[in-house]
């Protein structure tokens, strides 16, 4: 029984022997700390200046102008050189965040300057996030491709947790510059990671790509795939109708009568959650109804989201939090791990696009409506309502989309 928990405990982070592997992880830890970072220290700031939710809901339509970048970051991915296309992207977030800084330090930082840089760092950053998931099969055995999704997630929700922990002293003790600046180190980390890379990062592709040909070939692909498309579509509906991690600062306030705190102590303890989640999957590789686990999972998440509407102590809605990470984290790297294991890849950074472009369409659209919602019947009877609405659609497909209830992962689907 010992060996037998020690040959899993071995397994799961097999990857890590991968030097290249390490690189890229390194990359995206940074990355995901960064952008974590930009939002928190972002929306606290705006909202401290503005005391509104609505103008806090509008950065989520402000990352709108970065959705049609999403689809040709897969076609670059697919035709670019990967390493060059995530170093380049991760430059310019470095440079936007310690621009904000310098305007914050000079106390010349105005809304403008935040929803600017909102929108310039998530075109570049869409256009970068398609290579690092395109880059994995090359770094990586392509039978420990599911720890290396479910490490890469759950390591990226520690520093979920970490970067909440970080805003909330560095914007307590240092204010927003400091903040920006600390943010701006781990994007000079993010950016440099990927020049240690010693696999190629080329494609192989050397002839000239018809981008809309291209974009229209994958969507084909997708179309024809078994479950991608009930798995974007279903976290499409709950997302849009759901989506609260950025509307932190409001919650804090509104639900608990706490401020940068709250923010930070929700932030950590959702993340945490979503590493459990993540952490639960490695285990799940055997099970070959795979749609069930999305099913499963985001009916519970829709249990949750329903109870942190209800909430009213600080310490019950770090709880419900930590449940909605968790159960959000098992659907979310199950479908990460199904698009790598059923994607040739030649498709995979249009694949991977497509799911970015469903999951940060629906994220944006959602971050909108929540705080929109939020001013108008409360942070509480929204997060209430969408529980009830994500419930009734889990149920919905559940019944209806038959194909991503009964369908199971073979082999045969790999490239």
Excluded at 57 to 68: E, R, Y
Excluded at 283 to 305: C, D, E, N, P, Q
Excluded at 383 to 393: A, D, P, W
Aim: charge should be positive; glycine fraction near 8%.
């Amino acid at each position: 029984m010992t060996n037998k928990y020690f040959n899993s405990f071995a397994r799961a982070f097999a990857p890590f022997k991968h030097k290249d592997f390490v690189f890229l992880w390194v990359s995206g830890i940074t990355s995901g700390v960064t952008m974590s970072m930009k939002m928190l220290i972002s929306t606290q700031w705006l909202y401290n200046e503005t005391s509104s939710s609505v103008l806090v809901g509008m950065l989520g339509l402000a990352q709108l102008f970065q959705m049609p970048v999403v689809l040709f970051g897969g076609v670059m991915a697919d035709s670019s050189d990967r390493k060059k296309l995530m170093i380049y992207t991760q430059f310019v977030s470095f440079v936007m965040l310690f621009a904000l800084a310098i305007f914050a330090q000079a106390g010349a930082l105005a809304p403008w300057h935040v929803f600017g840089v909102i929108v310039v760092t998530g075109i570049t950053s869409m256009l970068g996030n398609s290579s690092r998931p395109a880059m994995l099969p090359r770094v990586i055995p392509k039978e420990n491709i599911t720890e290396a999704i479910s490490l890469s997630s759950a390591s990226f929700q520690v520093s979920a947790i970490v970067s909440p922990l970080i805003f909330w002293k560095t914007f307590e003790y240092l204010g927003p510059a400091g903040s920006f600046y600390v943010a701006a180190i781990f994007g000079l980390i993010s950016f440099i990671s990927p020049m240690f890379i010693k696999v190629s990062g080329e494609t192989g592709n050397n002839n000239k790509v018809n981008a809309w040909e291209s974009i229209k070939d994958g969507y084909n692909f997708i179309l024809k795939h078994p479950i991608l498309p009930g798995l974007y579509l279903l976290d499409v509906c709950v997302t849009i109708f759901s989506f609260y991690r950025n509307l932190f600062p409001v919650f804090s306030k509104e639900l608990y009568s706490r401020g940068v705190d709250g923010t930070g102590l929700l932030n950590a303890f959702n993340s945490m959650g979503t590493i459990i989640g993540a952490s639960i999957v490695m285990f799940t590789s055997k099970i070959k109804h795979k749609g069930r686990i999305v099913l499963f999972a985001t009916f519970l998440y829709s249990l949750f989201l329903m109870m942190f509407g209800l909430s009213s102590q600080l310490w019950m809605g770090l709880l419900i939090v930590l449940c909605l990470g968790l159960t959000d984290g098992i659907s979310m790297v199950t479908r990460q791990a199904i698009v790598q294991l059923t994607t040739p890849d030649k498709m995979l950074g249009r694949a991977s696009s497509a799911h970015s472009f469903s999951a940060m369409g629906a994220n944006h659209i959602g971050h909108f409506e929540v705080g929109v919602m939020s001013a108008i019947i409360g942070a509480g009877s929204t997060m209430l309502l969408g529980g009830i609405i994500s419930l009734f659609v889990t149920i919905t497909f559940w019944f209806v989309y038959k194909s991503m209830r009964n369908y199971q992962y073979t082999a045969s689907l790999q490239a």
